[in-house]
C-alpha cells in the first residue's frame, strides 16, 4: 500500500511540475531568491511546532485571499477599513507566520518575495505538514493595492450547494474544485456560535438539524451548551483533526459534518457522488485519489485573478502597503 501511495505521489510531483497558470510558473524565485521556499517552509514549520492549528488557519487565511479580488495579499493588508476586518474575516489567523516569513525574506532578498506568494507556500506547506499532500507551487504573484471590507462575497456556513456553487463558479471553480478545496476542512475548527443553531432551534423549530446523526448530536451539544461560550473552538474533523485525511468526507457521508455548508454537500446528488468517492477509505484508493485531486484544486484556486508582470508591487512589509 505504500508503494501504491508512493507511485500516486511521483505521478503528482510530475503532474504540478509543469503547472504554469496565469502567468505563474513553479520555481519563480530560482534565480532572484533561491532559498524563498526554504525560507518559508522552515518558517512555517517553526510555528506548527508550537500549534498544529495553524495549519488550517494559513491554508484559510490563503482561500479567504484569493475569494476577494484574487490572489493578492489583500486580505494581510492592516487597518479598520481594510479587508481583514470585514466580518466572515475576524477569525482569520496565522498572520504572524507569514509576517515572520517576510521579515527573513527581506533580509536575504530585499523586495523580491510577495507576499501573495508566501501565502501560497505557507498553505502547501502547512498542508504537508499535516500528513497531506504536497505540490510544487506556481510562484511570481504580486501584492495588490487595495484592501477594502466592503463587497466580500465569500462563503458562509450557512449557505446551501446552490450558493457555494455559484460563489465557486464566480470564480471559475466547479463543483469537484468546491468539494475538493472544502475537505480542507478535515484540519480546520470553528466556533460554538457558527452552528449551534443546529443542535438547538435549527430553522427556529426549536428543534435539531435533522441531518445530524442522533449520536453525533449528543457529542455536540456536550462541546457546545445550548448558553455555553460561542467562542469555544469545536474540530470540524471529529476523528483526526490534525490529519489531513478524507476522514472529513466520511463524517460527511455520516451525518457528521459540523457546519451546516459541509453536510448539505451530502444532499445535493452532484456534490454528494464527489463527497462518496472520496469518503470510500480511509487510505485506500479513493484516500489517494484525494491527496491528487486537492494539489490540482489548489494550484487552480491560487492562479485566481492574480497579479504579475508590472501589476501590483512587492510589499516590504506585509500588513501594509509601500
Not at 487565511?61 to 490572489?71: A, E, I, R, W, Y
Not at 470510500?280 to 485573478?305: V, W
Amino acid at each position: 500500500m505504500e508503494a501504491l501511495r508512493l507511485f500516486f505521489m511521483v505521478i503528482l510531483v510530475m503532474a504540478t511540475s509543469v503547472q504554469s497558470q496565469g502567468g505563474l510558473k513553479a520555481g519563480f524565485y530560482s534565480s532572484s531568491c533561491p532559498g524563498a521556499e526554504a525560507i518559508v517552509r522552515s518558517t512555517v514549520e517553526s510555528h506548527f511546532k508550537k500549534d498544529p492549528t495553524v495549519a488550517a488557519g494559513l491554508l484559510r487565511l490563503h482561500f479567504h485571499d484569493c475569494f476577494v479580488q484574487g490572489c493578492d495579499g489583500s486580505v494581510l493588508i492592516a487597518g479598520s477599513s481594510a479587508e481583514r476586518s470585514a466580518l466572515p474575516n475576524l477569525g482569520l489567523r496565522g498572520f504572524e507566520v507569514i509576517d515572520d516569513a517576510k521579515t527573513q525574506l527581506e533580509a536575504s532578498c530585499p523586495g523580491v518575495v510577495s507576499c501573495a506568494d508566501i501565502l501560497a507556500l505557507a498553505a502547501r506547506d502547512s498542508v504537508d505538514l499535516s500528513d497531506g499532500p504536497s505540490w510544487q507551487v506556481p510562484t511570481g504573484r504580486r501584492d495588490g493595492r487595495v484592501s477594502s471590507s466592503q463587497g466580500l462575497n465569500l462563503p458562509s456556513p450557512l449557505d446551501s450547494v446552490t450558493v457555494q456553487r455559484q460563489k465557486f463558479a464566480a470564480k471559475g471553480l466547479d463543483d469537484h474544485d468546491l468539494v475538493t478545496l472544502v475537505g480542507a476542512h478535515t484540519i480546520g475548527q470553528t466556533d460554538c456560535q457558527f452552528f449551534r443553531y443546529r443542535l438547538y432551534n435549527f430553522t427556529t423549530t426549536g428543534n435539531a438539524d435533522p441531518s445530524i446523526s442522533q449520536s453525533f448530536l449528543a457529542q455536540l451539544q456536550t462541546l457546545c451548551p445550548k448558553d455555553g461560550d460561542g467562542t469555544k473552538r469545536v474540530a470540524l474533523d471529529i476523528d483526526s483533526q490534525n490529519k489531513f485525511d478524507v476522514s472529513f468526507f466520511k463524517n460527511v457521508r455520516d451525518g457528521k459534518g459540523v457546519l451546516e455548508s459541509d453536510q448539505r454537500l451530502w444532499e445535493d446528488a452532484a456534490t454528494r457522488n464527489i463527497v462518496q468517492n472520496y469518503a470510500g477509505t480511509i487510505r485506500g484508493l479513493l484516500g489517494f485519489r484525494f491527496d491528487f485531486e486537492f494539489p490540482k484544486a489548489m494550484i487552480k484556486m491560487s492562479s485566481i485573478e492574480v497579479k504579475t508582470g508590472s501589476d501590483g508591487e512587492i510589499r516590504k512589509i506585509c500588513s501594509k502597503f509601500n
